[in-house]
């Protein structure tokens, strides 16, 4: 399986915009590229997903390099609801997850 | 449209008993996920249900086992409890494969 490296930890100012980044060097060229949060005390949930395009939904965007080796999740204004681990994953059916970015949102 | 449930939200077992989970899908949802979150493990995938079928299994001992029933709702079942056990067991469900999955809240499971 293809893995994604991310940073193990990030901090943001509220309301300020967030990078989170993920590198993939050996995507191949039909993985997808998925990302998923976790809040506190609750199960993963869907945030974006994509192929080659940016993609926008109204969660985030997703910004993916030229090559596909690497991706950034952008949240355009961070909440404190967004304090959460994100995970890049590539393999969707079923998910692998890696260890994920914690977000610290700060008041 | 109500998400995915998740049944019993806790649940403590001791050692060598056996335990059960219970998922309600998404309605309309087909495909059911199952997936372990031990602590310093991370989320780890369990097994796969597809319109009655086991479809693919992580790498588990076969105590870990489940089933899907006609409604799509899925059950888990642990044998021979083990410490190691003590887990969050998150259920998944999709319309169909490739699709984004919801996660319920998961049922946290002590072994004791």
């Known amino acids: 399986d293809a893995k994604t490296t991310q940073p193990n930890s990030m901090e943001s100012n509220e309301e300020e915009p967030v990078h989170l980044p993920c590198n993939h060097s050996t995507i191949s060229g039909t993985d997808y590229i998925h990302w998923y949060r976790q809040l506190p005390s609750q199960g993963p949930e869907y945030v974006i997903h994509g192929l080659t395009s940016n993609v926008n939904n109204r969660m985030a965007s997703l910004a993916i390099a030229e090559d596909r080796k690497s991706s950034t999740l952008i949240l355009h204004r961070a909440t404190l609801r967004d304090a959460a681990v994100y995970y890049c994953?590539?393999?969707?059916?079923?998910?692998?997850f890696g260890k994920g970015t914690r977000l610290s949102v700060i008041a | 449209e109500a998400g995915v449930t998740q049944s019993p939200t806790h649940l403590i077992k001791t050692r060598g008993q056996q335990a059960t989970l219970r998922c309600s899908p998404i309605s309309g949802h087909t495909s059911v996920y199952w997936y372990q979150q031990a602590l310093g493990l991370g989320l780890q995938f369990l097994l796969w249900y597809d319109e009655g079928e086991e479809r693919n299994r992580g790498n588990f001992p076969p105590r870990f086992s489940g089933r899907q029933f006609p409604n799509y709702s899925s059950e888990l079942n642990v044998n021979a409890l083990e410490l190691e056990d003590s887990a969050l067991y998150l259920c998944?469900?999709?319309?169909?494969?490739?699709?984004?999955?919801?996660f319920g809240d998961g049922t946290r499971l002590s072994i004791l």
């Open positions: 994953i590539l393999r969707d059916d079923p998910l692998v």
């Open positions: 998944a469900s999709t319309p169909y494969s490739n699709q984004p999955q919801h």
